[in-house]
Protein backbone atom coordinates (compact mmCIF):
# COMPACT_ATOMS: atom_id res chain seq x y z
CA UNK A 1 0.00 0.00 0.00
CA UNK A 2 0.92 3.05 -0.91
CA UNK A 3 1.42 6.36 1.38
CA UNK A 4 -1.74 7.87 -0.18
CA UNK A 5 -3.85 5.04 0.73
CA UNK A 6 -2.32 4.46 3.76
CA UNK A 7 -3.30 7.77 4.60
CA UNK A 8 -6.98 7.25 2.99
CA UNK A 9 -6.89 4.34 5.61
CA UNK A 10 -6.02 6.34 8.07
CA UNK A 11 -8.71 8.83 7.48
CA UNK A 12 -11.57 6.48 7.40
CA UNK A 13 -10.25 4.39 10.37
CA UNK A 14 -9.66 7.54 12.66
CA UNK A 15 -13.29 8.64 11.68
CA UNK A 16 -14.54 5.87 12.98
CA UNK A 17 -12.24 6.09 16.19
CA UNK A 18 -13.44 9.76 16.86
CA UNK A 19 -17.03 8.35 16.78
CA UNK A 20 -16.20 5.81 19.21
CA UNK A 21 -14.41 8.55 21.41
CA UNK A 22 -17.83 10.05 22.57
CA UNK A 23 -19.39 6.14 23.18
CA UNK A 24 -17.96 3.99 25.68
CA UNK A 25 -20.24 1.88 25.52
CA UNK A 26 -19.72 1.37 21.47
CA UNK A 27 -21.67 2.02 18.62
CA UNK A 28 -23.39 -0.44 16.57
CA UNK A 29 -21.53 -1.10 13.03
CA UNK A 30 -24.79 0.10 11.20
CA UNK A 31 -25.15 3.12 13.08
CA UNK A 32 -21.03 4.41 12.46
CA UNK A 33 -21.26 3.41 9.42
CA UNK A 34 -24.36 5.66 8.15
CA UNK A 35 -22.56 8.72 10.21
CA UNK A 36 -19.59 7.94 7.82
CA UNK A 37 -20.98 7.47 4.58
CA UNK A 38 -23.23 10.80 5.82
CA UNK A 39 -20.27 12.50 6.02
CA UNK A 40 -18.13 10.99 3.20
CA UNK A 41 -21.35 11.19 1.28
CA UNK A 42 -20.56 7.67 0.21
CA UNK A 43 -22.60 4.67 -0.78
CA UNK A 44 -23.17 2.78 2.60
CA UNK A 45 -22.57 -0.98 1.49
CA UNK A 46 -18.92 -0.12 -0.43
CA UNK A 47 -18.08 2.05 2.52
CA UNK A 48 -19.05 -0.94 5.43
CA UNK A 49 -16.84 -3.05 3.61
CA UNK A 50 -14.00 -1.06 3.23
CA UNK A 51 -14.51 -0.08 6.94
CA UNK A 52 -14.12 -4.21 7.80
CA UNK A 53 -10.87 -4.81 5.90
CA UNK A 54 -9.34 -1.31 7.13
CA UNK A 55 -10.07 -2.43 10.41
CA UNK A 56 -8.20 -5.58 10.85
CA UNK A 57 -4.89 -4.02 11.90
CA UNK A 58 -6.48 -1.44 14.93
CA UNK A 59 -8.43 -4.96 15.97
CA UNK A 60 -5.37 -6.85 16.16
CA UNK A 61 -3.40 -4.15 18.03
CA UNK A 62 -5.94 -4.25 20.54
CA UNK A 63 -6.92 -0.70 19.85
CA UNK A 64 -10.67 -1.53 18.84
CA UNK A 65 -12.97 -5.20 19.46
CA UNK A 66 -15.76 -5.68 17.54
CA UNK A 67 -17.55 -7.97 15.07
CA UNK A 68 -20.47 -7.44 12.25
CA UNK A 69 -22.74 -5.79 14.15
CA UNK A 70 -20.47 -3.82 17.06
CA UNK A 71 -17.45 -1.67 17.99
CA UNK A 72 -16.35 -0.60 21.13
CA UNK A 73 -12.84 1.47 21.93
CA UNK A 74 -10.36 0.01 24.12
CA UNK A 75 -8.24 2.48 26.79
CA UNK A 76 -5.07 1.73 24.54
CA UNK A 77 -7.26 2.83 21.42
CA UNK A 78 -8.17 5.95 22.99
CA UNK A 79 -4.50 6.84 23.87
CA UNK A 80 -3.42 6.23 20.52
CA UNK A 81 -5.79 8.02 18.72
CA UNK A 82 -4.86 11.25 20.70
CA UNK A 83 -1.36 10.30 20.26
CA UNK A 84 -1.17 9.86 16.63
CA UNK A 85 -3.18 12.69 14.86
CA UNK A 86 -1.47 12.00 11.92
CA UNK A 87 -3.68 9.47 9.76
CA UNK A 88 -1.11 7.62 7.98
CA UNK A 89 1.04 7.81 11.29
CA UNK A 90 -1.78 6.61 13.17
CA UNK A 91 -2.43 3.47 10.76
CA UNK A 92 1.00 2.58 10.64
CA UNK A 93 1.33 2.03 14.05
CA UNK A 94 -1.41 0.03 14.05
CA UNK A 95 0.19 -2.25 11.81
CA UNK A 96 3.47 -2.81 13.57
CA UNK A 97 1.83 -4.67 16.89
CA UNK A 98 0.84 -7.95 14.74
CA UNK A 99 1.51 -9.75 11.67
CA UNK A 100 -1.94 -9.89 10.46
CA UNK A 101 -2.10 -5.81 11.13
CA UNK A 102 1.24 -5.34 9.00
CA UNK A 103 0.44 -7.41 6.17
CA UNK A 104 -2.97 -5.75 6.09
CA UNK A 105 -1.39 -2.38 5.80
CA UNK A 106 1.33 -3.06 3.48
CA UNK A 107 0.22 -5.95 1.31
CA UNK A 108 -3.54 -5.38 1.36
CA UNK A 109 -4.64 -7.52 -1.48
CA UNK A 110 -2.75 -10.63 -1.83
CA UNK A 111 -3.45 -10.80 2.67
CA UNK A 112 -7.50 -10.05 1.40
CA UNK A 113 -7.31 -12.78 -0.97
CA UNK A 114 -5.78 -15.07 1.14
CA UNK A 115 -8.35 -13.95 3.81
CA UNK A 116 -11.34 -14.48 1.63
CA UNK A 117 -10.57 -17.91 0.07
CA UNK A 118 -9.97 -18.98 3.57
CA UNK A 119 -12.94 -17.94 4.83
CA UNK A 120 -15.23 -19.02 1.96
CA UNK A 121 -14.18 -22.73 2.12
CA UNK A 122 -14.88 -22.32 5.69
CA UNK A 123 -18.22 -20.53 5.32
CA UNK A 124 -19.14 -23.20 3.01
CA UNK A 125 -18.22 -26.31 4.82
CA UNK A 126 -20.19 -24.99 7.71
CA UNK A 127 -23.74 -24.30 5.73
CA UNK A 128 -22.91 -28.05 4.17
CA UNK A 129 -22.60 -29.31 7.66
CA UNK A 130 -25.63 -27.05 9.23
CA UNK A 131 -28.41 -28.08 6.29
CA UNK A 132 -27.50 -31.26 5.43
CA UNK A 133 -26.32 -32.43 2.13
CA UNK A 134 -29.83 -33.95 0.92
CA UNK A 135 -30.96 -30.68 1.93
CA UNK A 136 -28.70 -29.21 -0.76
CA UNK A 137 -28.82 -31.11 -3.21
CA UNK A 138 -32.76 -31.13 -3.54
CA UNK A 139 -32.48 -27.67 -3.54
CA UNK A 140 -29.70 -27.35 -6.84
CA UNK A 141 -31.06 -30.13 -8.75
CA UNK A 142 -33.94 -31.42 -7.48
CA UNK A 143 -37.63 -31.71 -8.88
CA UNK A 144 -39.65 -28.91 -7.58
CA UNK A 145 -42.48 -30.00 -5.14
CA UNK A 146 -46.10 -29.57 -5.84
CA UNK A 147 -46.28 -26.82 -3.05
CA UNK A 148 -43.40 -24.97 -4.56
CA UNK A 149 -45.21 -24.63 -7.81
CA UNK A 150 -48.99 -23.01 -6.36
CA UNK A 151 -47.95 -21.10 -3.20
CA UNK A 152 -47.92 -19.00 -2.40
CA UNK A 153 -51.93 -18.89 -3.55
CA UNK A 154 -52.58 -15.22 -2.98
CA UNK A 155 -51.78 -13.09 -5.84
CA UNK A 156 -49.81 -9.44 -4.53
CA UNK A 157 -50.83 -6.15 -5.11
CA UNK A 158 -49.40 -3.54 -7.05
CA UNK A 159 -49.52 -0.27 -5.48
CA UNK A 160 -49.10 3.34 -7.11
CA UNK A 161 -47.63 5.78 -4.65
CA UNK A 162 -48.74 9.21 -6.72
CA UNK A 163 -45.67 12.24 -7.12
CA UNK A 164 -43.11 9.86 -5.65
CA UNK A 165 -40.45 8.76 -7.49
CA UNK A 166 -38.37 6.66 -5.40
CA UNK A 167 -35.23 6.41 -7.27
CA UNK A 168 -32.65 5.22 -4.83
CA UNK A 169 -32.92 4.13 -1.22
CA UNK A 170 -29.91 5.87 -0.46
CA UNK A 171 -31.34 9.75 -1.03
CA UNK A 172 -34.45 8.87 -0.01
CA UNK A 173 -33.17 8.12 4.06
CA UNK A 174 -31.36 11.11 3.73
CA UNK A 175 -34.46 12.77 3.37
CA UNK A 176 -35.91 10.84 6.40
CA UNK A 177 -33.04 12.27 8.51
CA UNK A 178 -33.41 15.67 7.43
CA UNK A 179 -37.03 15.45 9.08
CA UNK A 180 -35.81 13.59 11.95
CA UNK A 181 -37.72 10.82 10.85
CA UNK A 182 -37.37 7.23 12.07
CA UNK A 183 -36.27 4.13 10.43
CA UNK A 184 -34.50 1.23 10.54
CA UNK A 185 -31.52 -0.09 7.75
CA UNK A 186 -30.32 -3.67 7.74
CA UNK A 187 -27.67 -5.00 5.39
CA UNK A 188 -31.31 -6.32 2.86
CA UNK A 189 -33.77 -3.99 3.67
CA UNK A 190 -34.91 -0.59 4.70
CA UNK A 191 -37.59 -0.45 7.58
CA UNK A 192 -40.64 1.95 7.97
CA UNK A 193 -42.31 2.14 11.08
CA UNK A 194 -46.08 3.56 11.09
CA UNK A 195 -45.37 6.86 11.81
CA UNK A 196 -42.64 7.59 8.97
CA UNK A 197 -45.38 5.94 6.72
CA UNK A 198 -48.35 8.16 7.45
CA UNK A 199 -45.53 11.25 7.33
CA UNK A 200 -44.31 10.52 3.80
CA UNK A 201 -45.94 9.74 0.44
CA UNK A 202 -46.29 5.94 1.42
CA UNK A 203 -49.32 7.00 3.89
CA UNK A 204 -51.76 6.06 0.86
CA UNK A 205 -50.39 2.63 1.07
CA UNK A 206 -51.28 2.41 4.57
CA UNK A 207 -54.93 2.90 4.42
CA UNK A 208 -55.36 -1.00 2.88
CA UNK A 209 -53.89 -2.52 5.95
CA UNK A 210 -54.23 -2.42 10.07
CA UNK A 211 -52.72 1.03 11.60
CA UNK A 212 -49.76 -0.91 12.94
CA UNK A 213 -48.35 -1.56 10.02
CA UNK A 214 -45.01 -0.69 8.99
CA UNK A 215 -43.33 -1.76 5.32
CA UNK A 216 -39.62 -3.65 4.85
CA UNK A 217 -38.31 -2.58 1.37
CA UNK A 218 -36.14 -4.83 -0.10
CA UNK A 219 -32.80 -2.90 -0.84
CA UNK A 220 -32.34 -4.77 -4.21
CA UNK A 221 -34.39 -2.74 -6.42
CA UNK A 222 -37.42 -4.23 -9.34
CA UNK A 223 -40.42 -6.24 -8.91
CA UNK A 224 -41.36 -9.06 -7.11
CA UNK A 225 -40.11 -11.24 -10.17
CA UNK A 226 -36.85 -9.31 -10.68
CA UNK A 227 -35.67 -8.72 -6.96
CA UNK A 228 -34.21 -10.97 -4.55
CA UNK A 229 -33.67 -10.09 -1.07
CA UNK A 230 -30.09 -10.92 -0.80
CA UNK A 231 -27.99 -10.18 -3.34
CA UNK A 232 -25.43 -11.64 -4.47
CA UNK A 233 -22.18 -10.22 -2.51
CA UNK A 234 -18.29 -10.95 -2.62
CA UNK A 235 -17.36 -13.23 0.59
CA UNK A 236 -21.33 -14.68 0.61
CA UNK A 237 -21.15 -18.64 0.96
CA UNK A 238 -22.70 -19.63 -2.53
CA UNK A 239 -24.62 -22.42 -0.62
CA UNK A 240 -26.00 -19.79 2.13
CA UNK A 241 -27.63 -17.70 -0.74
CA UNK A 242 -29.03 -20.79 -2.84
CA UNK A 243 -30.79 -21.65 0.23
CA UNK A 244 -32.66 -18.20 0.92
CA UNK A 245 -36.29 -18.57 -0.81
CA UNK A 246 -37.71 -16.22 -3.21
CA UNK A 247 -39.83 -13.56 -2.09
CA UNK A 248 -42.79 -14.84 -2.69
CA UNK A 249 -41.38 -17.70 -0.64
CA UNK A 250 -40.75 -15.96 2.15
CA UNK A 251 -43.80 -15.25 2.80
CA UNK A 252 -44.54 -18.92 3.85
CA UNK A 253 -41.53 -18.82 6.25
CA UNK A 254 -43.21 -15.48 7.74
CA UNK A 255 -46.32 -16.79 8.18
CA UNK A 256 -45.10 -19.67 9.44
CA UNK A 257 -42.91 -17.94 12.20
CA UNK A 258 -46.00 -15.73 13.03
CA UNK A 259 -48.48 -19.10 13.57
CA UNK A 260 -45.48 -20.36 15.84
CA UNK A 261 -45.51 -17.15 17.96
CA UNK A 262 -42.02 -16.16 17.04
CA UNK A 263 -42.68 -13.59 14.21
CA UNK A 264 -44.51 -10.51 13.62
CA UNK A 265 -47.57 -11.15 11.59
CA UNK A 266 -47.31 -10.35 7.65
CA UNK A 267 -50.12 -8.13 6.08
CA UNK A 268 -48.87 -8.37 2.87
CA UNK A 269 -46.37 -8.92 -0.20
CA UNK A 270 -46.14 -5.28 -2.28
CA UNK A 271 -44.95 -4.02 -5.53
CA UNK A 272 -44.47 -0.07 -4.99
CA UNK A 273 -45.04 1.86 -8.22
CA UNK A 274 -42.83 5.28 -7.85
CA UNK A 275 -43.68 6.22 -11.52
CA UNK A 276 -40.51 5.24 -13.02
CA UNK A 277 -39.19 2.96 -10.70
CA UNK A 278 -40.47 -0.28 -8.96
CA UNK A 279 -40.11 -1.62 -5.49
CA UNK A 280 -40.91 -5.10 -3.79
CA UNK A 281 -41.74 -4.54 -0.06
CA UNK A 282 -43.59 -6.49 3.06
CA UNK A 283 -46.00 -4.90 4.84
CA UNK A 284 -45.44 -6.11 8.32
CA UNK A 285 -47.46 -6.11 12.06
CA UNK A 286 -44.90 -2.99 13.62
CA UNK A 287 -43.34 -4.80 16.71
CA UNK A 288 -41.33 -1.38 18.23
CA UNK A 289 -39.93 -2.79 21.43
CA UNK A 290 -36.67 -3.99 21.04
CA UNK A 291 -35.64 -7.26 23.37
CA UNK A 292 -33.19 -5.91 25.86
CA UNK A 293 -33.36 -9.03 28.72
CA UNK A 294 -31.11 -12.06 28.49
CA UNK A 295 -34.01 -14.16 30.06
CA UNK A 296 -36.60 -13.07 27.71
CA UNK A 297 -34.27 -13.58 24.38
CA UNK A 298 -33.00 -16.87 25.05
CA UNK A 299 -37.28 -18.03 25.40
CA UNK A 300 -37.83 -16.57 22.15
CA UNK A 301 -34.60 -18.70 20.57
CA UNK A 302 -35.65 -21.70 22.72
CA UNK A 303 -38.79 -21.82 20.44
CA UNK A 304 -37.06 -21.11 17.01
CA UNK A 305 -34.81 -23.83 18.25
CA UNK A 306 -37.80 -26.20 18.68
CA UNK A 307 -38.90 -25.58 15.57
CA UNK A 308 -35.96 -26.58 14.26
CA UNK A 309 -35.81 -29.87 15.91
CA UNK A 310 -39.74 -30.99 15.43
CA UNK A 311 -38.07 -30.07 11.38
CA UNK A 312 -40.11 -27.32 10.58
CA UNK A 313 -37.42 -25.01 8.96
CA UNK A 314 -33.71 -24.71 9.17
CA UNK A 315 -31.63 -21.41 10.11
CA UNK A 316 -29.35 -21.52 6.82
CA UNK A 317 -26.93 -19.01 8.30
CA UNK A 318 -22.95 -21.07 7.95
CA UNK A 319 -22.95 -20.64 11.87
CA UNK A 320 -26.37 -21.18 12.60
CA UNK A 321 -27.47 -20.52 16.29
CA UNK A 322 -23.89 -19.31 17.07
CA UNK A 323 -24.32 -16.12 14.37
CA UNK A 324 -24.88 -12.40 15.88
CA UNK A 325 -28.26 -12.90 14.07
CA UNK A 326 -29.53 -15.79 17.10
CA UNK A 327 -26.92 -13.78 19.97
CA UNK A 328 -28.59 -12.60 23.04
CA UNK A 329 -30.07 -10.01 23.92
CA UNK A 330 -30.63 -8.48 20.86
CA UNK A 331 -29.72 -10.48 18.26
CA UNK A 332 -28.12 -8.14 16.12
CA UNK A 333 -31.13 -5.90 16.27
CA UNK A 334 -33.89 -8.64 14.87
CA UNK A 335 -35.17 -9.63 18.27
CA UNK A 336 -38.48 -7.65 19.56
CA UNK A 337 -41.39 -7.55 21.76
CA UNK A 338 -45.08 -6.73 20.84
CA UNK A 339 -47.28 -4.27 22.99
CA UNK A 340 -47.90 -7.33 25.14
CA UNK A 341 -44.30 -8.23 25.90
CA UNK A 342 -44.68 -11.43 23.17
CA UNK A 343 -41.27 -12.01 21.66
CA UNK A 344 -40.66 -11.70 17.64
CA UNK A 345 -38.20 -12.72 15.57
CA UNK A 346 -37.91 -9.86 12.62
CA UNK A 347 -35.68 -11.69 9.86
CA UNK A 348 -37.08 -14.59 7.96
CA UNK A 349 -34.44 -14.50 5.33
CA UNK A 350 -32.59 -16.76 7.98
CA UNK A 351 -34.56 -19.43 7.42
CA UNK A 352 -35.37 -22.21 4.77
CA UNK A 353 -39.04 -24.37 5.28
CA UNK A 354 -38.19 -28.21 5.80
CA UNK A 355 -40.70 -31.07 4.40
CA UNK A 356 -43.11 -28.06 3.88
CA UNK A 357 -46.02 -30.36 1.69
CA UNK A 358 -46.11 -32.99 4.75
CA UNK A 359 -46.67 -29.82 7.12
CA UNK A 360 -49.36 -28.39 4.71
CA UNK A 361 -50.86 -31.26 4.78
CA UNK A 362 -51.18 -31.98 8.42
CA UNK A 363 -52.29 -28.40 8.59
CA UNK A 364 -55.22 -29.62 5.93
CA UNK A 365 -56.31 -32.81 8.09
CA UNK A 366 -56.14 -31.50 11.16
CA UNK A 367 -58.83 -28.91 9.39
CA UNK A 368 -60.60 -31.64 8.59
CA UNK A 369 -61.57 -33.03 12.48
CA UNK A 370 -63.23 -29.66 13.28
CA UNK A 371 -64.70 -28.86 9.98
CA UNK A 372 -68.44 -29.46 9.74
CA UNK A 373 -68.27 -31.05 6.39
CA UNK A 374 -65.45 -33.56 4.89
CA UNK A 375 -65.43 -36.93 5.79
CA UNK A 376 -63.48 -40.95 5.75
CA UNK A 377 -63.62 -42.98 2.63
CA UNK A 378 -62.14 -46.76 2.19
CA UNK A 379 -61.79 -45.52 -0.96
CA UNK A 380 -60.17 -42.51 -0.84
CA UNK A 381 -57.76 -44.14 1.61
CA UNK A 382 -59.02 -42.16 5.03
CA UNK A 383 -59.57 -38.94 5.15
CA UNK A 384 -61.10 -36.42 2.71
CA UNK A 385 -61.59 -32.76 2.59
CA UNK A 386 -64.68 -30.84 1.79
CA UNK A 387 -62.53 -28.88 -0.48
CA UNK A 388 -59.40 -29.35 -1.94
CA UNK A 389 -56.48 -27.68 -1.01
CA UNK A 390 -53.71 -25.99 -3.68
CA UNK A 391 -50.25 -28.12 -3.18
CA UNK A 392 -51.76 -31.02 -0.49
CA UNK A 393 -52.06 -34.60 -3.06
CA UNK A 394 -55.31 -35.06 -1.06
CA UNK A 395 -58.34 -35.37 -2.42
CA UNK A 396 -61.31 -33.29 -1.87
CA UNK A 397 -65.42 -33.43 -1.83
CA UNK A 398 -65.37 -30.38 -4.31
CA UNK A 399 -62.99 -29.12 -6.29
CA UNK A 400 -61.72 -25.54 -5.39
CA UNK A 401 -60.23 -24.43 -8.72
CA UNK A 402 -63.35 -25.93 -10.85
CA UNK A 403 -65.88 -23.66 -8.78
CA UNK A 404 -63.62 -20.86 -9.34
CA UNK A 405 -63.20 -21.11 -13.07
CA UNK A 406 -67.10 -20.90 -12.82
CA UNK A 407 -67.32 -18.27 -10.92
CA UNK A 408 -65.10 -16.03 -12.77
CA UNK A 409 -66.74 -16.94 -15.76
CA UNK A 410 -69.80 -15.66 -14.75
CA UNK A 411 -67.94 -12.37 -12.87
CA UNK A 412 -66.42 -11.67 -16.43
CA UNK A 413 -69.65 -12.23 -18.16
CA UNK A 414 -71.20 -9.03 -16.54
CA UNK A 415 -68.05 -7.06 -16.05
CA UNK A 416 -67.41 -7.48 -12.51
CA UNK A 417 -64.42 -8.54 -10.83
CA UNK A 418 -63.22 -9.24 -6.82
CA UNK A 419 -60.04 -7.28 -7.53
CA UNK A 420 -59.36 -4.46 -5.53
CA UNK A 421 -62.31 -5.33 -3.81
CA UNK A 422 -62.70 -6.08 0.05
CA UNK A 423 -65.00 -9.39 0.09
CA UNK A 424 -67.43 -11.27 2.68
CA UNK A 425 -67.30 -14.74 2.74
CA UNK A 426 -70.46 -15.99 4.96
CA UNK A 427 -69.72 -19.20 6.14
CA UNK A 428 -66.25 -19.74 5.09
CA UNK A 429 -65.17 -23.16 6.09
CA UNK A 430 -61.35 -23.50 6.01
CA UNK A 431 -60.84 -20.31 3.55
CA UNK A 432 -60.44 -22.40 0.26
CA UNK A 433 -62.66 -20.02 -1.56
CA UNK A 434 -60.50 -16.96 0.10
CA UNK A 435 -57.78 -18.15 -1.10
CA UNK A 436 -59.28 -18.23 -4.36
CA UNK A 437 -60.52 -14.54 -4.19
CA UNK A 438 -57.07 -13.56 -3.06
CA UNK A 439 -55.50 -15.53 -5.78
CA UNK A 440 -57.65 -13.31 -8.04
CA UNK A 441 -56.50 -10.13 -5.81
CA UNK A 442 -58.97 -9.20 -3.49
CA UNK A 443 -57.95 -6.72 -1.92
CA UNK A 444 -59.03 -8.27 1.59
CA UNK A 445 -61.41 -10.98 3.10
CA UNK A 446 -63.40 -11.74 5.57
CA UNK A 447 -64.90 -14.93 6.65
CA UNK A 448 -67.37 -15.99 8.98
CA UNK A 449 -68.05 -19.42 10.27
CA UNK A 450 -67.98 -21.71 14.04
CA UNK A 451 -65.85 -20.42 16.66
CA UNK A 452 -63.90 -24.21 16.26
CA UNK A 453 -63.29 -23.93 12.45
CA UNK A 454 -61.40 -20.30 12.35
CA UNK A 455 -58.55 -21.22 14.09
CA UNK A 456 -58.06 -23.69 11.40
CA UNK A 457 -59.75 -21.91 8.79
CA UNK A 458 -56.25 -18.68 9.20
CA UNK A 459 -53.57 -21.61 10.17
CA UNK A 460 -54.45 -23.28 7.06
CA UNK A 461 -54.65 -19.81 4.55
CA UNK A 462 -51.66 -18.91 6.60
CA UNK A 463 -49.76 -22.14 5.43
CA UNK A 464 -50.80 -20.91 2.08
CA UNK A 465 -49.45 -17.69 1.70
CA UNK A 466 -52.54 -15.82 2.17
CA UNK A 467 -52.00 -12.77 4.32
CA UNK A 468 -54.77 -10.55 3.72
CA UNK A 469 -57.37 -11.92 5.63
CA UNK A 470 -59.06 -11.99 8.93
CA UNK A 471 -61.91 -14.10 10.29
CA UNK A 472 -64.87 -14.00 12.70
CA UNK A 473 -65.84 -17.11 14.76
CA UNK A 474 -68.63 -16.83 15.66
CA UNK A 475 -72.85 -19.23 15.15
CA UNK A 476 -73.64 -16.63 12.46
CA UNK A 477 -77.20 -16.33 12.92
CA UNK A 478 -79.98 -14.16 9.61
CA UNK A 479 -80.23 -11.37 12.40
CA UNK A 480 -75.98 -10.71 12.74
CA UNK A 481 -74.38 -7.69 12.13
CA UNK A 482 -71.94 -8.74 10.48
CA UNK A 483 -70.63 -5.33 9.40
CA UNK A 484 -69.58 -4.68 13.54
CA UNK A 485 -67.39 -7.45 13.43
CA UNK A 486 -65.02 -5.53 10.85
CA UNK A 487 -61.76 -4.13 11.81
CA UNK A 488 -62.16 -0.14 11.51
CA UNK A 489 -59.58 0.06 8.31
CA UNK A 490 -61.87 -2.10 6.14
CA UNK A 491 -64.84 0.35 6.81
CA UNK A 492 -64.49 2.52 3.78
CA UNK A 493 -64.09 -0.59 1.42
CA UNK A 494 -67.51 -1.92 2.27
CA UNK A 495 -68.78 0.31 -0.54
CA UNK A 496 -68.35 -1.48 -3.18
CA UNK A 497 -67.84 -4.82 -1.72
CA UNK A 498 -68.77 -8.16 -2.69
CA UNK A 499 -70.60 -10.89 -0.78
CA UNK A 500 -69.77 -14.28 -1.12
CA UNK A 501 -72.66 -16.62 -0.09
CA UNK A 502 -71.78 -20.27 -1.33
CA UNK A 503 -74.03 -23.11 0.65
CA UNK A 504 -74.87 -21.32 3.20
CA UNK A 505 -78.21 -20.16 2.77
CA UNK A 506 -80.05 -22.88 3.65
CA UNK A 507 -78.15 -23.37 7.15
CA UNK A 508 -79.00 -19.57 7.98
CA UNK A 509 -81.38 -17.78 5.57
CA UNK A 510 -80.44 -14.61 4.45
CA UNK A 511 -78.68 -11.80 6.57
CA UNK A 512 -80.20 -8.77 7.51
CA UNK A 513 -77.10 -6.96 6.79
CA UNK A 514 -77.61 -7.46 3.49
CA UNK A 515 -80.47 -5.05 3.34
CA UNK A 516 -78.26 -2.03 4.20
CA UNK A 517 -74.74 -3.12 3.59
CA UNK A 518 -73.66 -1.31 0.25
CA UNK A 519 -72.48 -3.98 -1.39
CA UNK A 520 -71.61 -4.14 -5.12
CA UNK A 521 -72.67 -7.96 -6.19
CA UNK A 522 -73.41 -11.45 -4.36
CA UNK A 523 -71.46 -14.34 -5.28
CA UNK A 524 -74.28 -17.11 -4.52
CA UNK A 525 -74.15 -20.45 -5.04
CA UNK A 526 -76.92 -23.10 -3.57
CA UNK A 527 -77.20 -26.05 -2.25
CA UNK A 528 -77.48 -30.25 -3.61
CA UNK A 529 -80.48 -30.93 -4.84
CA UNK A 530 -81.87 -27.18 -5.08
CA UNK A 531 -84.37 -26.83 -8.13
CA UNK A 532 -84.94 -24.17 -10.42
CA UNK A 533 -88.52 -23.83 -8.61
CA UNK A 534 -86.52 -22.80 -5.13
CA UNK A 535 -83.92 -20.96 -6.66
CA UNK A 536 -86.37 -18.58 -7.95
CA UNK A 537 -88.05 -18.85 -4.41
CA UNK A 538 -85.25 -17.60 -2.39
CA UNK A 539 -84.52 -15.26 -4.96
CA UNK A 540 -87.80 -13.48 -4.26
CA UNK A 541 -87.41 -13.74 -0.48
CA UNK A 542 -84.14 -11.41 -1.16
CA UNK A 543 -85.70 -9.03 -3.13
CA UNK A 544 -88.48 -8.33 -0.07
CA UNK A 545 -85.61 -7.54 1.79
CA UNK A 546 -83.66 -5.15 -0.96
CA UNK A 547 -84.06 -5.10 -5.05
CA UNK A 548 -81.69 -7.41 -6.73
CA UNK A 549 -81.66 -8.78 -10.41
CA UNK A 550 -79.91 -12.42 -11.67
CA UNK A 551 -77.16 -11.08 -13.76
CA UNK A 552 -75.59 -14.24 -14.76
CA UNK A 553 -76.65 -17.64 -13.48
CA UNK A 554 -75.72 -21.14 -14.63
CA UNK A 555 -75.97 -24.92 -13.33
CA UNK A 556 -72.58 -26.83 -12.41
CA UNK A 557 -71.03 -29.71 -10.08
CA UNK A 558 -67.81 -30.11 -9.13
CA UNK A 559 -65.41 -33.14 -8.04
CA UNK A 560 -67.92 -35.65 -6.00
CA UNK A 561 -70.51 -32.92 -5.62
CA UNK A 562 -74.03 -32.60 -6.65
CA UNK A 563 -75.05 -30.38 -9.49
CA UNK A 564 -76.11 -26.95 -7.85
CA UNK A 565 -77.17 -23.57 -9.09
CA UNK A 566 -74.77 -20.49 -9.11
CA UNK A 567 -75.16 -16.88 -10.16
CA UNK A 568 -74.03 -13.30 -9.32
CA UNK A 569 -76.74 -11.32 -8.16
CA UNK A 570 -76.93 -7.44 -8.20
CA UNK A 571 -78.95 -4.84 -6.75
CA UNK A 572 -81.09 -2.91 -9.05
Known amino acids: MDSKKRKQTGVLVRGLFAILMDHPEGVAVDAAVERLSYA ?32 ILSEEGRVAFKNYPDPEEFIGQAGRLSLKGWMSVHFPHPYFFLGKLRDRFASEYRVVKRIGIKNLMEKAIGTAAEWQEVLPVQSP ?36 PPQTLQDTAFRTLVKCYPPNSGLKIVKHPGGISESVYVSTREGESLFHLRMIHNLRHLTL ?50 KIR ?94 VEDRMKVLTRLMETIGVTVRDRLVLDVGCNIGMMMAQYLHLGALWCQGWDRPSVVPHTEKLLQALGCTRFSTTGADVTKSRMIENDLEPFLEPYLDGCAISYLAVRGHIGWLESLAHLPWAFLIYEGHEGETTEQFAEYINELNEMIPIRVAAHDEYSDGDSEPRTVAILVKI
Open 40 to 71: ANGERTQLYEQLMRECVAPIKAGWLSGNSCHF
Open 306 to 399: DLEEKGVVKVILPAGFEDPEFQCPDCSGNAFTTIDGEFRYVDFQNFALIKYGDLLKNIAVEAVEVSHFGDKSLFRGGCYLYQSVPGVNLPGKRS
Open 157 to 192: RRIKIPGFNLRDLDSFLSELRAASLPYGAGGHAVYL
Open 253 to 302: VANLLHSNGVGPKLYDLVELECEQNLWTAFVVEHVGRAVTSMPECNEGIR
